[in-house]
C-alpha cells in the first residue's frame, strides 16, 4: 500500500519498483506508444495490498467510492509517488504518456493536470495525457471534459454499463441485466466516439465489450474509433472483424461517390 511504504520509510523503493515495472511495458513497445493508465483501486482491493488494512475504510459499495481522482486529489502524497515513477520511466523512454480514470468532474480533471504539470509531467508531442470515460458525467459533458485540454479518451465500458444501467455485474442475480448491447450503453458509445472526432481527440476502447461483442466493434469502426483494446485471444479475430467493417465502408463510400447527383430542380 503506497501510505504503508510511505510511513515505513520506503518510499523510494517503492517508487523505484513501480517505475521499473512501467519501464518494462516502454521497452517490449519503443518506439511505439504506451499509455500507463494511473491506479485505480477501490478501497476494497486496497486494503488487501500489504498494510492497507492500517490505511482503508469499509465501503458500502466501493465501486462508486474512494477510488480515482478523486483519491489523487485527497492523498497527493501517494499519487505524487506514482508520478514519479511516472518521471523516471520518462527519462529512459519518451514513448509513455498517462490516462488518468473514474473522472467524475472537471474541476477534478482540471486539478489532476495540475498535480502532473507540478510534477514536469506536461502535455507535449512526446507526452500525451488522456481521460478514461466510463462515467455518465463523462457523456453528458463530454465537451466540458475535452475543453479542459486532453489529448484522447478511452472508453471504460464495464464501469460506464454498470453505472448506466444500475446494474452491479458481479452479482449473479444480476447477471443478465449487464449488457453492453443495451440501446442505452451503444448511444453512449456512439457520442463518445463521435464528439471526439468532431474535436480532433483520439478515442479508444479497453474493456470486455470488443472481445465479447463483434457487433459492438464493428459499430465502434463505423463511428470512427482510433483503436480497441481485446483479449489476448481475441486480437486475431477483432482485426478481421475490423478490416471487414472497414472494407465495406470504404466501399459505401466508393459507391456514394459513385452514384451521380440529382441536377437541382430549375427555379420558376
Given at each position: 500500500?503506497?501510505r504503508?511504504?510511505?510511513e515505513?520509510?520506503h518510499?523510494?523503493?517503492?517508487?523505484?519498483?513501480?517505475?521499473?515495472?512501467?519501464?518494462?511495458?516502454c521497452?517490449?513497445?519503443?518506439?511505439?506508444?504506451?499509455l500507463?493508465?494511473?491506479?485505480?483501486f477501490?478501497?476494497?482491493?486496497?486494503?488487501?495490498?500489504?498494510?492497507?488494512?492500517a490505511?482503508?475504510?469499509?465501503?458500502?459499495?466501493?465501486?462508486?467510492?474512494?477510488?480515482?481522482?478523486?483519491?489523487y486529489l485527497?492523498?497527493p502524497?501517494?499519487?505524487?509517488?506514482?508520478?514519479?515513477?511516472l518521471?523516471?520511466?520518462?527519462?529512459?523512454?519518451?514513448?509513455?504518456?498517462?490516462?488518468?480514470?473514474?473522472?467524475?468532474?472537471?474541476?477534478?480533471?482540471?486539478?489532476?493536470?495540475?498535480?502532473?504539470?507540478?510534477?514536469?509531467?506536461?502535455r507535449?508531442?512526446?507526452?500525451?495525457?488522456?481521460?478514461?470515460a466510463?462515467?455518465?458525467s463523462?457523456?453528458?459533458?463530454?465537451?466540458?471534459f475535452?475543453d479542459?485540454?486532453?489529448?484522447g479518451?478511452?472508453?471504460?465500458?464495464?464501469?460506464l454499463?454498470?453505472?448506466?444501467?444500475?446494474?452491479d455485474?458481479n452479482?449473479?442475480?444480476l447477471?443478465?441485466?449487464?449488457?453492453?448491447?443495451s440501446?442505452?450503453v451503444?448511444?453512449?458509445?456512439?457520442?463518445?466516439?463521435?464528439?471526439?472526432?468532431?474535436?480532433?481527440?483520439?478515442?479508444?476502447?479497453?474493456?470486455?465489450?470488443?472481445?465479447?461483442?463483434?457487433?459492438?466493434?464493428r459499430?465502434l469502426?463505423?463511428?470512427?474509433?482510433d483503436?480497441?483494446?481485446?483479449?489476448p485471444d481475441?486480437?486475431?479475430?477483432?482485426?478481421?472483424?475490423v478490416?471487414?467493417?472497414e472494407?465495406?465502408l470504404?466501399?459505401?463510400?466508393?459507391?456514394?461517390?459513385?452514384?451521380?447527383?440529382?441536377?437541382?430542380?430549375?427555379?420558376?
Open positions: 500500500h503506497p504503508h511504504a510511505l515505513s520509510g518510499r523510494e523503493q517503492w517508487i523505484e519498483r513501480l517505475a521499473e515495472h512501467i519501464e518494462r511495458f521497452a517490449a513497445f519503443a518506439p511505439r506508444f504506451v500507463y493508465r494511473a491506479s485505480d477501490n478501497t476494497k482491493e486496497y486494503s488487501s495490498l500489504t498494510g492497507g488494512q490505511y482503508e475504510t469499509e465501503e458500502e459499495n466501493p465501486m462508486i467510492g474512494y477510488r480515482g481522482a478523486a483519491r485527497h492523498d502524497d501517494a499519487f505524487n509517488m506514482e508520478l514519479e515513477a518521471k523516471r520511466a520518462r527519462r529512459r523512454f519518451a514513448n509513455l504518456s498517462v490516462m488518468v480514470p473514474f473522472v467524475r468532474t472537471t474541476k477534478e480533471l482540471q486539478e489532476v493536470k495540475r498535480m502532473l504539470a507540478s510534477q514536469g509531467l506536461r507535449s508531442k512526446t507526452f500525451e495525457l488522456w481521460m478514461m466510463e462515467v455518465p463523462n457523456v453528458l459533458l463530454l465537451d466540458e475535452l479542459v485540454g486532453i489529448d479518451v478511452s472508453i471504460g465500458s464495464n464501469d454499463t454498470q453505472l448506466l444501467l444500475g446494474v455485474r452479482n449473479p442475480t447477471a443478465e441485466l449487464f449488457d453492453e448491447r440501446p442505452a451503444m448511444m453512449a458509445l456512439e457520442h463518445i466516439v463521435t464528439t471526439c472526432k468532431r474535436r480532433g481527440v483520439k478515442v479508444s476502447i479497453c474493456c470486455q465489450a470488443p472481445s465479447e461483442y463483434p457487433e459492438i466493434t459499430k469502426v463505423e463511428w470512427g474509433i483503436s480497441v483494446s481485446v483479449s481475441m486480437i486475431d479475430e477483432t482485426r478481421r472483424i478490416a471487414d467493417a472494407r465495406r470504404a466501399h459505401e463510400h466508393e459507391e456514394r461517390a459513385r452514384k451521380p447527383r440529382m441536377p437541382a430542380a430549375p427555379h420558376s
